[in-house]
């Protein structure tokens, strides 16, 4: 299993351009979901899934679309980039029925 | 969310134990206690999680008080490699309802020397 992909590693953006961070797990996860994390700081939440065809938000969803296809994939959408959006952002997922969350390795984005 | 708070940061030697607490005091009845851990550069690694008993695992040891306000993660034998940042997280009871992600807070700092 590869577990939890995302891509890319880095990116660099000028404000007011649009991208998709994907994200993908191999494990049957039906609970997906986006963290940022900006420096020095814990995670926070940006969206969940809890299936396909089914999204919410989580702590801070403002800027950010998500859509769930499939089970395997969730990307996330900037829809107009700021700076205040440069951060390290983790795509994680688990079973629902199971306590243990699977982190991918993060995609780091510089907004200018 | 209930909250938890731990030391900003903790040293350790190579080889000896390292405990790590965590006060939880508003820790509700079916809030289930989280340690997870981020090697630098690295997305966070689930490492144990407890709900009222102590629990063993590969990794640690997960200690939880009697009346549940605190817990304590044990490294038995700290590593280099176990220099990361811990967080100790609650999550509420109903994990599979939705809006019951994991709340991070800023963690301990944990520096192994050798």
């Known amino acids: 299993n590869a577990g939890v992909t995302q891509t890319p590693k880095f990116q660099v953006l000028k404000t007011g351009q649009s991208m998709t961070l994907q994200c993908a797990q191999d494990?049957?996860?039906?609970?997906m979901s986006w963290y940022r994390q900006d420096p020095g700081m814990g995670l926070r939440l940006i969206h969940y899934?809890?299936?396909?065809?089914?999204?919410d938000q989580g702590e801070v969803p403002n800027g950010y679309n998500v859509s769930r296809s499939t089970t395997e994939d969730f990307p996330l959408r900037l829809l107009s980039a700021a700076p205040s959006q440069t951060s390290v952002y983790f795509c994680?997922?688990?079973?629902?029925?199971?306590?243990?969350?699977?982190f991918g390795p993060g995609t780091r984005l510089l907004v200018l | 969310d209930a909250k938890t708070t731990q030391p900003n940061s903790m040293e350790s030697n190579e080889e000896e134990p390292v405990h790590l607490p965590c006060n939880h005091s508003?820790?509700?009845?079916?809030?289930?206690i989280h340690w997870y851990r981020q090697l630098p550069s690295q997305g966070p690694e689930y490492v144990i999680h407890?709900?009222?008993?102590?629990v063993n695992n590969r990794m640690a040891s997960l200690a939880i008080a009697e009346d549940r306000k605190s817990s304590t993660l044990i490294l038995h034998r700290a590593t280099l490699r176990d220099a990361a940042v811990y967080y100790c997280?609650?999550?509420?009871?109903?994990w599979g309802t939705g809006r019951r992600a994991l709340t991070f807070g800023s963690g301990t700092r944990l520096q192994v020397q050798p």
């Open positions: 994680a997922s688990r079973r629902l029925a199971e306590e243990t969350q699977y």
């Open positions: 407890g709900l009222t008993s102590n």
């Open positions: 997280i609650l999550r509420e009871g109903l």
């Open positions: 494990m049957n996860h039906e609970y």
């Open positions: 899934s809890v299936g396909a065809g089914i999204t």
């Open positions: 508003t820790i509700s009845g079916t809030d289930y």
